[in-house]
């Protein structure tokens, strides 16, 4: 009796312990799944990796701010932006790192608040979700080798013949057709890449815009970037940056409020900082 209570004793031991590792273990995924969102967190997606809009950098140096999730931090243009608005809301900032693609779905779904990465509010991106007014305002420009056939262009048609690329689902890509006789190379995920196929002679240039192509030859002395006498067309909204928002968010208002506070030469000055202050291998 005695060793069969000693064994029914063993048995419910186990039991308890399996279903307690059963509950710690639920909870732990939970949590680690769980979108950093709430009443006092103003959560913000960015790819962190289109300088000197927002980067990814391994500490806090120059107001850099912590990725959720990681041991990484954001830095740049975006998220200086994003944390005026979040002081502007009350609300500690989170950044979630996430791929452009990616985007729109987190904040349809509600992952996130807001979109704060260097996103024009085009046509197509409206009929989904809702903007902001602009933040930042730019012109296309091509990034190319520093010394190379292109450097000297003065239009896009002088790209007749040239392998030229854009960041995938953009409107940069978009424009190239504007390029009579132009090679229109598949587009790429990120800028990163893009730079990366410029160095090795993949292609001859690609299209960005200007913060981005001062970024570009910040970082690499072997590119240069050239502004047009006659250019892409585009529209207002094209080359304009705004915040991205669920449609009907109650945030808009408020977020417009702030950024009016912001005056353009405090933008500016934010951005020739940015520009500054991002990684050298970025």
């Known amino acids: ?99 452009w693609d990616g985007l729109l779905p987190a904040l349809t779904s509600g992952m996130i608040d807001a979109i704060v990465a260097g996103m024009s509010p085009t046509e197509e991106r409206m009929k989904s979700i809702d903007f902001s007014d602009n933040y ?17 262009a003065t239009s896009i048609q002088d ?44 292609i001859d240039g690609y299209v960005s815009e200007r913060p981005e192509a001062v970024s570009a030859t910040a970082a690499n002395e072997n590119f240069a970037f050239v502004e047009f006498e006659d250019g892409f067309v585009t529209s207002p909204d094209d080359t304009a940056i705004a915040v991205g928002l669920a449609k009907g968010s109650d945030l808009t208002e408020k977020i417009n409020e702030i950024l009016a506070g912001i005056s353009e030469e405090e933008r500016q000055e934010i951005m020739d900082a940015a520009i500054l202050n991002q990684p050298a291998a970025q």
Not at 162 to 174: P, R, V
Not at 175 to 195: C, L, S
Request: glycine share 10%; charged share 20%.
């Open 1 to 99: 009796m005695r060793r069969r209570l000693s064994f029914l004793l063993i048995i419910s031991l186990l039991v308890v312990s399996v279903l307690t590792g059963c509950s710690s273990s639920t909870n732990s995924a939970g949590s680690g799944s769980e979108t950093p969102a709430g009443e006092d967190t103003f959560v913000v997606g960015m790819e962190a990796g289109y300088p000197p809009f927002n980067w990814t950098q391994m500490d806090d140096s120059n107001g850099a701010v912590k990725i959720s999730g990681s041991a990484e931090y954001a830095g740049g243009y975006d998220v200086e932006i994003a944390k005026r608005i979040a002081e502007g809301l009350g609300k500690e900032l989170v950044i979630v790192k996430t791929e």
């Open 159 to 202: 790209f007749k013949g040239a392998k030229i690329t854009a960041q995938l689902n953009t409107f940069h890509y978009t424009v190239i057709d504007q390029i009579e006789g132009v090679i229109k190379e598949t587009a790429m995920d990120n800028f990163p890449a893009m730079r990366v196929a410029l160095e090795s002679g993949i």
């Open 136 to 152: 930042y305002t730019s012109d296309l420009v091509m990034v190319v080798k520093k010394g190379g056939a292109y450097e000297n």
